[in-house]
Structure formats: structure tokens, C-alpha cells
């Protein structure tokens, strides 16, 4: 068999490679659009607030916050008081995946939060779900040295246990300052 010249194997390569570079660079450049105009839409997060330095002192001298989530039909649910874990800025805390403000939280809900007492110093955040081992097993030691039943081993933040889903924990960011209209 006769090997072809080679003017009819560059014609070759022009007919049959040309239309296929140009669709796989076609799509390579539609990829690499799709991937900038998704990363241009896609929304910021939400900026922290600024705290008051009143409220970021009772936030580091305080044992308790008192908090409350929105309900489907838009009221303030009852405002319960709970343990925290307060550093640079940020709250951690913990609760049982069956309470209400878990189930709130999931579905949107913001974290409305009095500081120290009901009617304390009050901030609202956005709470997010936290499962990284290390940082639980920092809130439970700081717990440990806040609440002198966590020292003695109970109620503490352990990351077996959200590793487990037997307790949630929650990394909430401060977005607003002002009390919600009830």
C-alpha cells in the first residue's frame, strides 16, 4: 500500500481537525464563561457587624445569651436562654438537632441575640453549622472553664457527638445591631 503525500495529509488534517479544535475550543471558552459569570453572581457574604464596645463587653463577661429565631409565620419565637462560647468576634454554641432553632436555622431563620439578660444588649446574626472536630473540641474547653458543670464533664461540646449528629454546633456572625420588630 502506497503511504499518501504529504499536501494530501495536511488537506486531511485541515478538513477533519479544524472543525473539531474549533468546538473544543469553543466549549473550553464557553466553560471558562460559564464559571466567571456564575463567580460574578454569585452572592457576598454577609458582612459582619461592628459590635458596640458594650456589647462586646457583656458578650466577654457574660454566662448566658438569651436568643429567639423567626417562626414560619414570621413571629419571634419564645427567647431562651442558652451557654456560649464567645472569641474574635464570632459566638459558638451548641443545641439538639430536634429544637425548634435548630429546625429554624435551617430554614433561614436569623439568630436574634440578647446578651447577659432578656432585655440585654442585642445583636442579630447570621448561624452557621460548624463540624470541624478541632474547633468543637475548643468550645467544649472553653466551656469547661466558663461553667463548672461542663469542668466536671457534663454538657460540654464534645466533637464525637456532632460527629455523631447527636448535637449541633453553631458559628454565628453578627450582622446587625438593632432589636427586631416583633
Not at 96 to 125: C, H, N, Q, T
Amino acid at each position: 500500500m502506497r503511504r499518501p503525500s504529504a499536501s494530501v495529509v495536511k488537506s486531511l488534517r485541515e478538513v477533519v481537525c479544524a472543525p473539531a479544535l474549533t468546538m473544543i475550543n469553543r466549549r473550553f471558552t464557553l466553560g471558562l464563561l460559564a464559571v466567571a459569570l456564575t463567580w460574578l453572581a454569585w452572592p457576598a457574604p454577609a458582612a459582619a457587624a461592628s459590635l458596640p464596645p458594650e456589647t462586646e463587653a457583656a458578650l466577654r463577661d457574660s454566662d448566658l445569651i438569651y436568643v429567639a429565631t423567626r417562626r414560619k409565620n414570621g413571629a419571634l419565637s419564645e427567647i431562651k436562654p442558652i451557654w456560649f462560647f464567645y472569641e474574635d468576634g464570632k459566638i459558638f454554641f451548641t443545641t439538639s438537632p430536634d429544637a425548634w432553632k435548630a429546625k429554624r436555622i435551617a430554614a433561614g431563620s436569623p439568630l436574634y441575640i440578647w446578651v447577659g439578660k432578656k432585655d440585654g444588649p442585642f445583636l442579630e446574626g447570621k448561624a452557621e453549622q460548624v463540624t470541624d472536630p478541632a474547633l468543637v473540641d475548643r468550645m467544649g474547653a472553653a466551656y469547661a472553664k466558663k461553667y463548672w458543670i461542663a469542668w466536671a464533664g457534663f454538657f460540654k461540646p464534645r466533637s464525637d457527638r456532632v460527629t455523631a449528629g447527636k448535637t449541633l454546633a453553631y458559628l454565628v456572625t453578627p450582622t446587625h445591631t438593632e432589636p427586631p420588630k416583633q
